[in-house]
């Protein structure tokens, strides 16, 4: 089975056709368990119901840094509190993004450190989204992970060597989108190419980001086996291979998931 490890189920791009027709299209292709991501803590009851609905689907709680500055302040205690329902299973996404500046840098800063401190506190994973944002991603990751006491992922890990070294050193893995499948994404590739096999994630971001060959279109969690096939073909890899591995990885890192009955 593969893992979505990120959609957002919550979006508009979801209601006409209805969230149980998008997953059972998923689950017929093969996609067993599914993240259902908060961008907005404001809406996060409405992301909670959705994976409480569906034995298959969990959430995460956070604030992207596109709302940093368009939230209420929202401390790491608050934070650790919402995560204590069973089906919260990491914070974010959470990051930085200076390529749009939706938010002042220094509230996004501020935020992320925030979403920091709950995930080490509490021991659930980061889910961090850097745009245009290298360097100071990787010294806030850097500095909670200082003692171990810090795990996530970079979420649609779209950047450069430096950034893909530096959080593998922080000992996080990084999440592969559509975008790997672009034809422009030769240097992304090669990263997804050389990383270990036990640092590796995929993902839709749906409804964002289709690979090809459905690229233009509205993403869906069925799409990430067209990211899986790429990603296993890149790496010289057995298709079957690639998924017990991520689907392995997800689990690992997201220890309070639970694993469903027929994958394990």
Do not use: W
């Given at each position: ?9 919550d ?68 934070l650790?509190e ?57 010294a ?9 006491q ?34 422009k ?5 090669a990263?997804a ?15 964002y ?13 069925a ?39 027929a994958?394990?």
């Amino acid at each position: 089975m593969l893992v979505d490890s990120h959609c957002h189920l919550d979006f508009p791009d979801f209601a006409e056709e209805g969230v149980e027709t998008v997953l059972a299209r998923a689950r017929a292709a093969g996609v067993g368990t599914f993240v259902t991501i908060c961008t907005r803590i404001t809406e996060f009851p409405t992301v909670l119901a959705i994976a409480e609905r569906y034995p298959d689907v969990y959430c995460s709680v956070g604030i992207h840094p596109h709302e940093a500055a368009h939230q209420p302040e929202t401390t790491a205690d608050r934070l650790i509190e919402l995560a204590a329902h069973p089906k919260v299973i990491g914070f974010g996404e959470t990051g930085l993004d200076y390529h749009y500046d939706h938010s002042p840098r220094d509230r996004q800063r501020a935020v992320f450190r925030t979403h920091i401190e709950a995930a080490r506190r509490a021991g659930l994973p980061l889910i961090v989204h850097s745009r245009a944002a290298d360097e100071d991603t990787a010294a806030l990751v850097a500095e909670g992970a200082v003692d171990g006491q810090l795990k996530g992922l970079i979420h649609c890990f779209s950047s450069t060597d430096y950034l893909a070294d530096k959080s593998l050193e922080s000992g996080f893995l990084l999440s592969f989108s559509g975008i790997v499948t672009f034809k422009k994404a030769e240097e992304l590739r090669a990263i997804a190419k050389r990383l270990p096999a036990d640092r590796l994630l995929v993902e839709t971001d749906a409804p964002y980001l289709a690979p090809i060959p459905h690229r233009g279109r509205r993403n869906e969690p069925a799409f990430v086996v067209h990211t899986a096939s790429l990603l296993a073909e890149q790496r010289g890899e057995k298709l079957a291979d690639l998924e017990r591995a991520t689907t392995e990885n997800f689990f690992r890192l997201f220890a309070k998931a639970a694993l469903p009955a027929a994958a394990s």
